[in-house]
């Protein structure tokens, strides 16, 4: 068997300079968690949501999937966005994708590789969907960019249309739902101007944030 020792050290190493910062803090972090946003994000080894926020511990929740698919029918995702609207109380969330996403690459080619055809078969409809501005894009680069972007504003639309997220609303919890991507190649995060307060506020802010994209075809 092979033994990740190198791992546990750095663990070891890290766990060390935490608490010589602060002696307490993973006392205190075991006693609660109460984070203020729900980060929906893609399974990308190269955006952990808590180091390019900035953020410790404690302070954001996760959840993550191939090219960050917000889906109706994946109870995993919908559990998570339950448990933290309606018993963490978090304030936001982000869904967050970013530039050069491989999910979103292999559904514009549309490759076979196997069983997550199935899964990247919800990228393909928001290109369906977009078509015709898509079309009339001759630079490949330019059309992924445009679709790393699309994708990220139509599943910021999609849990704003769950019910967990339009029950909150109702009964005037203060919850926001965000659009960001994240670029790899400068490490900064961008907001794609989807931002719902409101069950009343999707169309319009989705309108606004498909126009900006598209616009700079």
């Not at 068997?1 to 972090?29: C, G, T, V, Y």
């Not at 993550?64 to 109870?75: G, M, W």
């Not at 448990?83 to 970013?98: Q, R, T």
């Not at 549309?110 to 997550?116: C, V």
């Amino acid at each position: 068997m092979h033994r990740l020792q190198d791992l546990l050290d750095k663990n070891q190493k890290w766990s060390a300079a935490i608490r010589e910062q602060q002696p307490d803090f993973f006392e205190q972090l075991s006693l609660q968690q109460a984070p203020k946003y729900l980060w929906i994000g893609c399974s990308d080894s190269r955006v952990p949501a808590d180091q390019i926020t900035g953020l410790m511990p404690g302070e954001i929740f996760v959840h993550r999937n191939v090219a960050n698919q917000v889906i109706h029918t994946d109870l995993n995702c919908l559990s998570v966005i339950q448990y933290a609207v309606e018993y963490l109380k978090i304030e936001h969330i982000i869904v967050c994708g970013h530039y050069g996403c491989g999910g979103v690459q292999e559904a514009v080619r549309n490759r076979k590789l196997g069983l997550i055809d199935n899964w990247l078969r919800h990228v393909q409809d928001v290109k369906y969907k977009h078509q015709p501005v898509l079309d009339k894009i001759e630079d490949n680069d330019t059309l992924l960019k445009h679709m790393y972007e699309l994708n990220v504003v139509e599943q910021a639309v999609n849990v704003s249309q769950t019910t967990i997220v339009q029950d909150a609303w109702l009964r005037g919890q203060d919850l926001a739902v965000h659009s960001w991507i994240y670029g790899l190649k400068d490490g900064l995060l961008k907001d794609l101007g989807f931002c719902a307060t409101s069950g009343e506020s999707v169309e319009e802010n989705y309108r606004q944030a498909i126009s900006s994209i598209t616009s700079a075809s």
